[in-house]
């Protein structure tokens, strides 16, 4: 098992930026991508950003390129998503995702095995 604990979330305002933090434990050697996912009330859950564990590939959401940045630090086993220029539309629970397998940078929900409890980001215009 792979427990994820998703800390940084908050209020903020239209253009300030954010960093959230995933801290993982537990069997991760197992764990080939990490994921950022968002899903607004009412909404279904939709990828935002990947990297993977072993490798530097990444891939974002249309919506956040050039706004957000994923990065990792394997030797603490934390996952960061770097997020500037938000706007009202970024307002959400932002889950952080383990993936086994080596699709993660596809962004599909239900490819993710392990998932953290959220942390609410609330952008106000």
């Known amino acids: 098992q792979v427990q994820l604990v998703e800390s940084g979330g908050g209020l903020v305002q239209a253009g300030d930026s954010l960093r959230l933090s995933c801290a993982a434990s537990g069997r991760t050697f197992g764990v080939l991508g990490m994921g950022w996912f968002q899903q607004a009330p009412g909404k279904e859950r939709e990828f935002v950003a990947a990297?993977?564990?072993?490798?530097?590939?990444?891939s974002y959401a249309d919506s956040v390129k050039g706004r957000f940045t994923i990065t990792k630090d394997n030797a603490k086993n934390m996952v960061y998503l770097q997020m500037n220029r938000l706007k009202p539309e970024d307002t959400a629970v932002y889950y952080c995702a383990a993936d086994r397998s080596s699709r993660y940078l596809l962004g599909e929900a239900g490819m993710y095995d392990y998932w953290g409890q959220g942390t609410q980001v609330t952008v106000s215009s």
């Open positions: 990297i993977g564990r072993t490798v530097s590939s990444t």
